[in-house]
């Protein structure tokens, strides 16, 4: 069996990994079997559609949901059983609600305060009585100033989460979650409420803060831009179970079945059955199945593969051609704009690399090497 279904990318015990984990609620089943590894300093992605249950496999790592059958390891030891707080895992939400009342310094700095001062020790001037109180308060303080220091807050320190941006906001929301060195850092979402160019510029800002910190990352997201840019590793979820797990130009160059191929890519790949259309564009489709992205194909005179043209959007650098095969097969075409469109109905047609195609056992939807 290749690697590609066991999700491991590195050497040694790793950070943080599940085993053979399955959830079940009720009588249904919502992860599967799911092996995945993170070590220490990786940046891996669970990219999957709404429902694939990347969120409740993010949660049994964080020990928030107890997986039906299976183990959660950390560094080699089984925390199935270990709550939350025993696992020293920083979490991030989609809605990383900040506390309103509190100042960015009060915010980033409420878990340790949590986790190394009594609930007596925390009352407004508390400090001021004993030294071993003090010396937590200055260590709190010390520790609460380098890690705003790294997100670009030091100048926000005294403000009020009203009082900034929404990126300023997701900082101190990443600082809150890191401020407590933990070995892993699991990101929900993290990227979702925010608007294009803001999103571009935090995914940097989320891969500067891997490379500087050198923890485990883990992001959960729907949006494969953000994984694809983002991650060394991408783990594609598909219903409850972990499709393909390998670096990002390798799921989308190398997909490791039809559902993955399916799912990877800004435009759904073209995946024609097993006759003569595709053949047109390979031999192998006399039996398999034949995969073509739809910025793989060309418009070509010569071209064995023709279609319809059924209806055509101009995206600005991009224009969307869709096309009906005389087979009654539907084909997408994205070409570059530039080329002359021909009115609606009429025939056209088109070729493809042999290196730009993709194949496919028609019965398992498993991945076979053109080559062979
Ligand atoms: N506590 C629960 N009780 C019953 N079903 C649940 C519970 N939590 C999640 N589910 C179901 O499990 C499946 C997976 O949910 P999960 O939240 O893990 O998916 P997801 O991939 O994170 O989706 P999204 O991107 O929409 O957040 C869904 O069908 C969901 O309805």
Known sequence: MPDILHASGGTGIPALSLRNVSKSYGETEVVSGLSLDLHAGEFVALLGASGSGKSTTLRMLAGLERPSSGKVMMAGQDVTDSRPAARNIALMFQSYA???????????????????????????????????????????????????????????????????????????????????????????????????ALRHSTREEIRELHRRTGHAFLLVTHDQADALSMADRVAVMIAGRIAQ????????????????????????????????????????????????????????????????????????????????????AELLVVTDGTAPLVPQGETMRFSAEATRLHCFDPTTGDRLEMAS
């Open 98 to 196: 900040l506390y309103p009342h509190l100042s960015v310094k009060q915010n980033i700095a409420t878990p340790l305060r949590q986790a190394q001062l009594s609930a007596l020790a925390r009352l407004p001037g508390a400090g001021l009585l004993s030294a071993c109180t003090r010396r937590r308060n200055a260590d709190i303080d010390r520790r609460t100033r380098d890690i705003a220091r790294m997100l670009r807050l030091d100048g926000l320190l005294d403000r009020k989460p009203g009082q900034l941006s929404g990126g300023q906001q997701q900082r101190v929301a990443l600082a809150r979650a890191l401020v407590r060195d933990p070995s892993a850092f699991l990101l929900d979402e993290p990227l979702s409420n925010l608007d294009t």
């Open 245 to 328: 797990c390998a670096p990002a130009g390798d799921i989308y160059h190398r997909p490791a079945n039809r559902d993955v191929a399916r799912f990877i890519g800004a435009h759904r790949m073209n995946i024609l059955s097993p006759g003569p259309e595709a053949i047109a564009l390979h031999p192998r489709g006399a039996k398999d199945e034949i995969g073509v992205r739809p910025e793989a194909l060309r418009i070509d005179p010569e071209g064995g593969l023709s279609a319809r043209l059924t209806s055509a959007a101009f995206h600005g650098e991009e224009t969307l051609l869709h096309l009906r095969t005389e087979g009654d």
